[in-house]
């Protein structure tokens, strides 16, 4: 049976696109979805070009249980994918979807991690830390904010001349290798 997943975003989508692409031509995994909190999200561009159905909820829209779980039902979606979407999920969607939403973090959790910790912010902190190495972590989605269970990390050694700049893009090379593959597993698992 094939699986319809939606991708959450709210940026310029590299991530969203790469897992689309991933999916293409899948027997058992179809993007079916891409949603994004922001009209001028270049995601939503990246997805109609490649034939995926986009739409806008906005911040106070996500709020409205009955408009988003009626939106992920026209499409018959069993599976969320955050990728760069930066408001935090309501509790009526983690129980919609229970072990069912996941999300990426652009660096080790539990550091670096929570309100205000997305995108270059963490970069920049764990620039600032010294830290000798970075990752990404993949982790289910829970009410507390980048608290969920650890399902798969990635690590990249960083250098002492390394700016946020460069952080970002070692941390993103890891993103656009593993995280494909591992919602695929987390899929392969949840559904068996």
């Excluded at 319809?4 to 979805?33: D, H, K, M």
């Excluded at 509790?91 to 979807?97: E, P, R, V």
């Excluded at 990635?154 to 952080?167: M, Y």
Aim: charged share 20%; hydrophobic share 45%; with cysteine.
């Amino acid at each position: 049976m094939k699986r319809n997943i939606a991708i959450f975003v709210s940026g310029g989508g590299t991530n969203c696109e790469n897992i689309i692409r991933y999916f293409q031509g899948s027997a058992t995994v179809s993007t079916a979805l891409v949603v994004s909190n922001k009209a001028d999200a270049y995601a939503l561009v990246r997805a109609s070009n490649l034939g995926v159905p986009t739409e806008v909820v906005t911040k106070a829209e996500l709020a409205d249980s009955k408009r988003v779980l009626a939106l992920l039902e026209k499409f018959d979606i069993s599976f969320i994918v955050l990728a760069g979407f930066l408001p935090m999920i309501p509790d009526y969607l983690i129980d919609a979807f229970p072990r069912r939403i996941i999300n990426v973090h652009p660096a080790l959790l539990p550091k670096y991690g929570g309100k205000g910790m997305w995108g270059h912010h963490v970069h920049e902190a764990v620039k600032a830390a010294g830290e000798t190495e970075t990752g990404m972590t993949v982790h289910y989605v829970t009410p507390v904010c980048d608290s969920g269970e650890i399902i798969a990390q990635f690590k990249t050694p960083l250098q002492p001349g390394d700016t946020a700049d460069d952080i970002a893009a070692r941390e993103h090379e890891l993103e656009m290798k593993y995280f494909p593959e591992v919602i695929e597993r987390v899929l392969q698992q949840t559904f068996e």
